[in-house]
């Protein structure tokens, strides 16, 4: 399937996939980094899938579902399947974690009577360990080294070939539930759930918690639903965000632009934090605050640009040699390198989202306050070293002009904090960093001949990251420099009506890597909140709608869409894509 067929389910501490062929095709459990029991998505159903459909789909070859939707304004997602001889709903959905992780799938009979298929093949360690499976009072218990997975069902599974099977008749007013339960494999038998009651529950817990928008502009339907997405990839426990729950998903198909995004990236979950401070999730900020100052805890210069959930720092990247990748865009990969990479701009992003918190009514931290001068007394050198910068290049590191402004960003944040809030510090130094990295930055990072910055000190490249000069203050909207570099940025950085990051070719060796990839959402997003501080307001709505229109059947986003395939690529759903998409709302709704 594309990667739009497919929808989001999870709990706050993991997520799975799944399809519009009624096939859970992802699935990490105990954790969104843990290793998965449903790959199919970077193999076949093979290495992991569960199937859940009527027969005709099955004998049609992929079949898909007449129509899905989540069920108002929750995460639990309804399918619905139109047969000749009567129709059916899938509820899948998985419930507040109680002691194990649990995903529910609940069979309904809509009209008349429809024959249903199943088949699971739980696959543990990524497709790689085949379980020793067996009964036990009636559920199927699957065994493979440190994990184990207990399927409880009133519908009797026969094995067989590695997989479990059944068919099996619904009629009209039918409801059969399906519970699979992780556990340790050490440990004893699990209390079952009660699913129906648990379905009850989470759709409770979803729309208690969508009551607490107060977004109410012109798209609250695609912010809603991004907030609902961005909240599902919070780790509940710690605070931590994950870019997206899935790794390697390729941003170009068949190529090997393909990471591992099941972890906590400085930048990414400071913009998140900022998306939902806006629409009013204060609670989400404290947590959050509480995981920075655990994760980061130490030199100031020792940060890293990412951690996993719970902090940690190790994140090895390794290859799974035995899954071709989706498509087979190979190789897969688990971990990120990135993580060991000098990023000067998480140190804007960081301190700009603590100050913001704390402007909107978050309660003051001296913890934090300590920890951002700590940031400052490394800024006031280290702003001047080179960076692997924003898109995580595996090229040289360069002066790239973007993070230059966030270091700007962070000392200009820190001379508010003192000023609006009372927060006591060098100010007058601080002011003086700030005004000197604003100079060389104009200086340096501005083409006065093409009349536009550049994507590193020297360079002639342009790159889409510069649309955040007015977004974050660096300069006004009405600075000539600011619409001149808009207006480059569409001339060269545009394909199809979407921005591309950067010039992505074989002369260009900025990145360090083969082929291209597809046009950066985010990147599109910044373009219409630009237009729309210069007073071009129709075009960036034009733009944005546009945008919204990318997303899928169920309102979700990738890393990436391809104008060349007309298809979204890349991780999925992507938190980086969903962030700019609510400020982009809340900006144009002002």
């Keep these: 399937m594309r990667i739009e067929d497919y929808a989001l389910i999870g709990d706050m501490q993991s997520a799975a996939l799944v399809g519009r062929n009624g096939s859970i095709d992802w699935l990490c459990l105990p954790r969104f980094d843990s290793p998965a029991c449903f790959a199919a998505l970077l193999g076949d159903a093979s290495n992991g899938s569960w199937r859940l459909a009527p027969s005709?789909?099955?004998?049609?070859?992929?079949?898909?579902?007449?129509?899905?939707?989540?069920?108002?304004?929750?995460?639990?997602?309804?399918?619905?399947?139109?047969?000749?001889?009567?129709?059916?709903?899938?509820?899948?959905?998985?419930?507040?974690?109680?002691?194990?992780?649990?995903?529910?799938?609940?069979?309904?009979g809509l009209s008349g009577t429809v024959e249903m298929s199943t088949e699971i093949r739980i696959r543990f360690d990524y497709g790689r360990i085949v379980p020793w499976v067996r009964r036990v009072e009636g559920n199927v218990l699957a065994v493979g080294g440190p994990d184990s997975v207990w399927l409880s069902s009133p519908v009797p599974l026969k094995g067989g070939h590695y997989r479990h099977a059944a068919t099996f008749n619904v009629s009209a007013g039918d409801r059969l539930p399906f519970v699979f339960t992780w556990q340790p494999s050490h440990e004893a038998a699990p209390e079952l759930i009660d699913p129906f009651e648990q379905l009850s529950e989470t759709e409770q817990l979803w729309k208690q918690w969508v009551s607490g928008c107060t977004y109410q502009g012109r798209w609250r339907e695609a912010v809603v639903r991004s907030l609902i997405t961005l909240k599902a990839l919070t780790y509940s426990p710690t605070g931590g965000i994950v870019a997206a729950p899935t790794t390697s998903l390729p941003e170009d198909l068949g190529g090997t632009r393909n990471w591992d995004y099941r972890f906590c990236w400085l930048r990414d979950a400071a913009m998140t934090l900022d998306a939902l401070v806006g629409a009013g999730y204060l609670e989400e900020a404290r947590a959050w605050r509480e995981w920075l100052l655990r994760a980061i805890a130490g030199r100031p210069e020792d940060m890293q640009i990412m951690y996993g959930v719970a902090g940690e720092r190790r994140l090895p990247e390794l290859t799974l040699g035995w899954l071709p990748g989706y498509e087979d865009s190979a190789p897969v990969r688990i971990g990120n390198g990135a993580a060991t990479q000098f990023q000067l701009d998480v140190y804007g992003e960081v301190v700009n989202s603590l100050y913001v918190s704390r402007r909107e009514g978050l309660p003051p931290s001296n913890h934090a306050w300590s920890l951002v001068r700590r940031m400052m007394e490394f800024l006031e050198t280290g702003w001047q070293l080179p960076d692997a910068g924003l898109w995580e290049v595996r090229g040289p590191r360069r002066h790239f002009v973007h993070s230059k402004i966030m270091a700007w960003v962070a000392v200009d944040r820190v001379v508010r904090v003192v000023h609006e809030l009372h927060r006591t510090g060098p100010v007058e130094r601080w002011a003086a960093l700030r005004d000197r990295i604003h100079a060389e930055v104009c200086e340096k990072g501005f083409d006065a001949e093409r009349g536009t910055f550049t994507q590193s000190y020297g360079s002639r490249e342009l790159d889409a990251s510069l649309l955040m000069i007015p977004i974050v203050g660096f300069l006004p909207p009405e600075d000539p420099r600011v619409r001149s570099t808009i207006e480059a940025i569409e001339r060269e950085l545009m394909t199809d009506g979407f921005v591309l990051r950067y010039p992505v070719a074989t002369e260009n060796t900025v990145d360090g890597l083969p082929g291209g990839e597809g046009a950066f959402l985010a990147c599109s997003f910044w373009l219409a909140e630009a237009r729309a501080m210069v007073g071009r307001r129709k075009e960036a709505i034009e733009l944005f709608e546009r945008l919204l229109a990318l997303r899928n059947d169920v309102g979700l986003l990738a890393e990436e869409y391809d104008p060349r395939y007309g298809r979204l690529v890349g991780n999925f759903p992507q938190a980086f894509s969903h962030v700019p998409l609510i400020h982009t709302a809340q900006a144009l709704s002002v």
């Excluded at 579902?65 to 000749?84: F, G, H, N």
């Design 56 to 108: 005709s789909a099955w004998r049609e070859d992929g079949s898909m579902a007449t129509r899905r939707a989540y069920r108002d304004e929750t995460l639990i997602l309804e399918t619905v399947w139109e047969t000749p001889t009567g129709s059916v709903k899938v509820t899948d959905f998985m419930p507040p974690r109680q002691s194990n992780p649990d995903l529910v799938r609940i069979v309904e």
